[in-house]
């Protein structure tokens, strides 16, 4: 399982000292770089800055949002970046939800699925570019019909004048619903789980082959199908304090993203057996109640999709995402408990088994990463 760091959205500006936290976990076997959007920062232009500090990190958007861009502006931006990364980029795209597409991009939010099916099939005719991109959907019609209300009928049919250095770019879908998971198997290269949970593998599996079984000769292999989840992570002493971290979180996502009527976050966790206890995080959320509903969140769910706790808790946590579906971890959270974990990553693939415990090794590997990137501010 490689690991990756998920940096998400901004909040009020730019993180701090993310770029030596990058050089030191890319020299330290760091897989990857992952930026998201909502209604702030964009998620393609801090993988251009911070990309320009790697040279082996694969950076990827986690995730664009369809309704921002048109998919040939999507397709722009991916291949000007894979251009400029030398081939490391990678397109996650997700449809994100009614408030912000409705709110935000004053696009009607309907019939997802089939939007993500138009969506994909057009950026794929761009990074091919093996002629003209054609399309006559129903949510994009490339070139604009003559007879389209508004059109000039001057419209016509472009293939990019950028040859792509990759026309395989891979395409990351984030789904959370199941008709979404197996849309994921169907047309992309990846999967982008919201909150995954050890448990709930065998249904991720299920939904996952479902999909497969309907892919398309054309795409690659499922055995390189790749499953990524992003993974909060707080080392701490105390299990209660760490999970207190992440609580906010969870309730702001069961309890704020998404109505009473249609809250994707939430169903995702409901599924894994805390309807019940979320249904009260949500009525206090959206009741203005936020600490309360941040209290409310059960820590047994705070730690089945995240890792929270001391350094040698989190190292055995760890294990348990071994065997699943995921191949790829992305890591949220502070740089000294993300360089933890990656600590105990590699500790446990060089674990030969007696000598120092494990979180002796985990803490003093870290401790020494830290410490490389501690001197700087940049």
Known sequence: MRIGIQTGYWSRKPPKGIVPALVAAEALGLDSVWTAEAY??????????????????????GIA???A???????????????????????????????????????????????????VDVVRQVFARERPVAADGEFFRLPLPADAPGATGLGKALKPTVHPRRQDIPIVLAAQGPKNVALAAE??????AGFYAPRGDAEH?????????????????????????????VVRDDVEAAADVIRPHIALYAGGMGSKEANFHKASLDRLGYAAQLDEVQALYLAG???????????????????????????????????TALTTMLLQGDPSSMLTVLAASQAARKDAG??????????????S?????????A
């Open 65 to 67: 949002q369809m309704a």
């Open 205 to 233: 599996r299920e939904l996952l082959a479902s999909g497969f079984a309907q892919r398309a000769d054309e795409r690659t292999p499922a055995s390189r199908f790749e499953v990524l989840a992003t993974v909060p992570v």
């Open 40 to 61: 702030g920062s964009d998620a393609f232009t801090p993988l251009a800055w911070w990309g320009s500090r790697t040279r082996r990190l694969r950076l990827g958007t």
């Open 289 to 323: 109640r936020k600490e309360d509903a941040a209290r409310a969140v059960p820590t047994e769910l705070v730690e089945e999709i995240a890792l929270v706790g001391p350094a040698e808790k989190v190292a055995r946590d760890l294990a348990r995402w071994d065997g």
């Open 187 to 192: 047309i992309a290269d990846g999967w982008m």
């Open 354 to 367: 007696g000598g120092t415990p494990l979180g002796a090794r985990v803490r003093s590997t870290a401790g």
């Open 69 to 119: 861009r048109t998919p040939t502006a999507t397709a722009m931006q991916a291949i000007t970046l894979d251009h400029l990364s030398g081939g490391r980029f990678v397109l996650g795209l997700g449809a994100s939800g009614p408030q912000v597409v409705e709110g935000w991009y004053g696009q009607p939010y309907r019939r997802p699925l089939a939007r993500t099916r138009e969506y």
């Open 369 to 377: 990463w830290a410490a490389r990137v501690a001197p700087s501010k």
